[in-house]
Nanobody, 130 residues
Framework: QVQLVESGGGLVQPGGSLRLSCAASVVSGRIFSIDDMGWYRQAPGKEREWVAR???????EYADSVKGRFTISRDNAKKTVYLQMNSLKPDDTAVYYC?????????????????????WGQGTQVTVSS
């Protein structure tokens, strides 16, 4: 029912920048609220790790490894979360996943529904290499 579609990954040189986007939607109905939205990443041979989180009212948190270089933001009207990544390093190479913990949407006949996740996007590859 929940769809999270990421975009914006690619190949970039060390020190470069990329901006990831993740748009949320539901197959049937319209979203009226999304709680925390976040980004995770998984490098080859490693566990998936948390990168950043933003609450519904805009409060943010970051992993120490990206603090000062990455910025998470969201556009509630567009149901989209962004991750601006600057000063990229080879260690940032990973598949980046969008995450949503819960959301509310109007189903058929405008019945409000709250669904609990976590929900994940399909991932977008970020490669930092010269």
């Amino acid at each position: 029912q929940v769809q999270l579609v990421e975009s914006g990954g690619g190949l970039v040189q060390p020190g470069g920048s990329l901006r990831l986007s993740c748009a949320a939607s539901v197959v049937s109905g319209r979203i009226f609220s999304i709680d925390d939205m976040g980004w995770y990443r998984q490098a080859p041979g490693k566990e998936r790790e948390w990168v950043a989180r933003i609450t519904n009212d805009g409060s943010t948190e970051y992993a120490d490894s990206v603090k000062g270089r990455f910025t998470i933001s969201r556009d509630n009207a567009k149901k989209t979360v962004y991750l601006q990544m600057n000063s990229l390093k080879p260690d940032d190479t990973a598949v980046y996943y969008c995450n949503v913990e819960s959301m509310g949407y109007y189903a058929d006949h405008d019945v409000p529904v709250v669904i609990k996740g976590p929900f994940w996007g399909q991932g977008t590859q970020v490669t930092v290499s010269s």
